[in-house]
């Protein structure tokens, strides 16, 4: 079966610093995995995925996500966080006709 | 760029009373789906729909919902008596192809938010 976990309901990190949301899943079958964000009253909007090609993966906004299969992880990294990172980010794993979101986690950026 | 969109932004109703809620997906998309998000809690998947069918649905999606394509644009959910526990916000997704095709993207609308009374 098909999931994901995310490390951290919380995080915050100053203007600046280091973004790291963590990201691990679970798969029977090789994975495809997505990062979405949803800013506040908005929806979900995808920020990057991995679909087997490149490990590196980087996406929209500055961000980057790396994919390691021996760690069954998909961390999400930006190395400057910006003010207007500030929502919560999903990682998702595919199903057969879906997707498995994680619980989310909501980034805060400190001026 | 195109995106999907969903109609209302927000609904509120009474216990008991029947919702529908719209999407307008992609226009060249095939594959289309429902999600749920609780207050606090994840997204959750709900039913995806290909070629006038469903083609998955989770424990979520039992008889009291369903979904239709009535016309070649719109994708609706409907919640024939609501409850106070499906009070959510739902998102109508679309994507080109679905996985067993090679990957794709599910393209998210804004959601709607179901306030159930």
């Known amino acids: 079966a098909q999931s994901v976990t995310q490390l951290g309901s919380h995080v915050s990190v100053s203007e600046g610093a280091l973004v790291l949301l963590r990201c691990n899943y679970s798969s029977s079958v090789p994975p495809y995995l997505f990062w979405y964000v949803q800013y506040p009253n908005q929806g979900l909007q995808l920020l990057l995925k991995?679909?087997?090609?490149?490990?590196l993966v980087k996406g929209i906004n500055g961000f980057e996500a790396e994919f390691k299969k021996s760690e069954t992880s998909f961390h999400l990294t930006k190395p400057s966080a910006h003010m207007s990172d500030a929502a919560e980010y999903f990682c998702?794993?595919?199903?057969?006709?879906?997707?498995?979101f994680g619980t989310g986690t909501r980034l805060t950026v400190i001026p | 760029e195109p995106e999907v969109t969903q109609t209302p932004s927000h609904q509120v109703t009474q216990m008991g009373q029947e919702v529908i809620l719209r999407c307008v997906p992609i226009s060249n998309h095939l594959y289309f789906y429902w999600y749920r998000q609780i207050l606090g809690q994840k997204v959750e998947f709900l039913v995806s729909f290909y070629n006038n069918e469903i083609s998955e649905k989770s424990e979520i999606f039992d008889d009291q919902f369903s979904v239709e394509r009535p016309d070649g644009s719109n994708f609706t959910l409907k919640i024939r008596s609501t409850k106070l526990e499906d009070s959510a916000m739902y998102f109508c997704a679309s994507s080109e192809r679905s996985w067993g095709q090679g990957t794709d993207t599910q393209y998210f609308g804004p959601g709607t938010r179901l306030t159930v009374l």
């Open positions: 991995y679909t087997s090609a490149a490990t």
């Open positions: 998702a794993v595919t199903g057969a006709n879906n997707l498995f």
